[in-house]
Nanobody
Framework: QVQLVESGGGLVQPGGSLRLSCVAS????????MGWYRQVPGKQRELVAQ???????NYADSVKGRFTISRDNAKNTVYLQMNSLKSEDTAVYYC????????????WGQGTQVTVSS
């Protein structure tokens, strides 16, 4: 089992920045792809960014150039640096990871609220 705990969310003004962190614990040896998703009420959870164990990244078009995902494998932590935040970025952000020993299975964190408002 893998446990994921997100932190770093909060209230920020448009144009501001936040950095989200997600720390994995438990059976972390098998962690492979880590990523961030977000969800607003009434909409599907959507991919924000993900990063493989070798550093390959993938971003949603809506956040390209503004968000940066990174990871520290030694700390079992994935980060999401969010710059130039917009009101449309307001959502609950969830950390997600895959593991090599459970194909097609996702582990999720509890989520952290990001609110962008003036």
């Amino acid at each position: 089992q893998v446990q994921l705990v997100e932190s770093g969310g909060g209230l920020v003004q448009p144009g501001g920045s936040l950095r989200l962190s997600c720390v994995a614990s438990g059976s972390t040896l098998g962690i492979h792809v880590m990523g961030w998703y977000r969800q607003v009420p009434g909409k599907q959870r959507e991919l924000v960014a993900q990063i493989t164990s070798v550093g390959t990244t993938n971003y949603a078009d809506s956040v390209k150039g503004r968000f940066t995902i990174s990871r520290d494998n030694a700390k079992n932590t994935v980060y999401l640096q969010m710059n130039s935040l917009k009101s449309e970025d307001t959502a609950v952000y969830y950390c997600r990871t895959t593991v090599w020993y459970k194909v097609d299975y996702d582990y999720w964190g509890q989520g952290t609220q990001v609110t962008v408002s003036s």
